[in-house]
């Protein structure tokens, strides 16, 4: 091999390191544009609700949108963490169903949600999540007698939220293990772990929590692989649950058995 076909080489190589470099540089500092998606509808149909409920505003670091359903004082109140996409409008589907299980709900919607100010990060949506925690102590709803309900990322905010301490019980729907393991399904060039801002270390700190757990995740599901979800259950401590369907992709259909299996769990938590 001639010097000039080596050195023509060398610039390749070069070249190609140096592409590389900036991938991760602009993956670096565009990572949350990637992770979250306040705007973004990839949900079901949008439905009216079928029951009133109160919009409230909670303080956090910023004013958080709220949507608060109360049917009895006596039931439990639960707790909805959205994901990482959409607005509060995008899980009526869900919401639908929640006053048919004798429960009262708070959903809401974390900071550059929903109208939200504020850019979501980790820690900023933990912020947001315990202040509204407080905000249902402040109510006289005691943690003894909220369901947290994580839905795909809420799923690790409702962990974290969860942690050695006494909640009635966790509903997760489509959890996932890690951020960096998600991530490294997507991106399996780059070097994730040294990249990643928002780690979302669920796998860890389901260790953590004492509470019943109720896992629910779909075989189909093409964002966050099943076997997450199978590894998070197998973490958890019992007394757990769980409802694996065959057909369900990401966001599960809320069918006769899904909300069955809801209303088992929540039944069993009186």
């Keep these: 091999m001639t010097r000039k076909v080596k050195m023509f080489f060398i610039n390749i190589i070069f070249l190609l390191v140096i592409i590389y470099i900036c991938i991760n540089i602009v993956i670096y500092f565009s990572q949350r544009k990637l992770l979250y998606h306040p705007t973004e509808n990839n949900y079901l149909d949008e439905n009216s609700l079928n029951h009133k409920i109160e919009k409230i505003y909670i303080p956090s670091e910023n004013k958080l949108l709220g949507w608060y359903f109360k049917k009895n004082e006596n039931y439990k109140t639960l707790l909805f963490f959205h994901g990482n996409a959409g607005r509060l409008e995008n899980r009526i589907y869900k919401l639908n169903h929640f006053p048919k299980l004798d429960l009262n709900y708070l959903i809401f919607a974390y900071r550059g949600f929903s109208g939200n100010n504020g850019k979501p990060t980790e820690e900023g949506i933990y912020k947001d999540s315990r202040a509204v925690i407080n905000w249902l102590d402040s109510k006289g709803i005691k943690k003894k007698d909220i369901i947290l309900y994580g839905e795909s990322l809420g799923g690790a905010v ?42 979302y270390k669920t796998d860890e700190k389901i260790l953590n929590v004492n509470s019943p757990i109720l896992v629910m995740h779909g075989e189909k599901d093409k964002i966050v692989p099943f076997h997450m979800g199978k590894k998070i259950f197998d973490l958890a401590k019992n007394p757990k649950y769980s409802f694996f369907s065959n057909d369900d992709d990401h966001m599960m259909d809320y069918n006769d058995l899904l909300i069955q299996n809801l209303k088992s769990f929540v039944d069993n938590l009186k």
């Design 158 to 199: 409702a962990i974290e939220i969860a942690q050695d301490e006494s909640y009635a019980g966790i509903i997760l729907e489509s959890p996932f293990t890690s951020m960096e393991k998600a991530a490294k399904i997507y991106y399996p060039y780059l070097p994730v772990k040294l990249l990643l801002k928002d780690k």
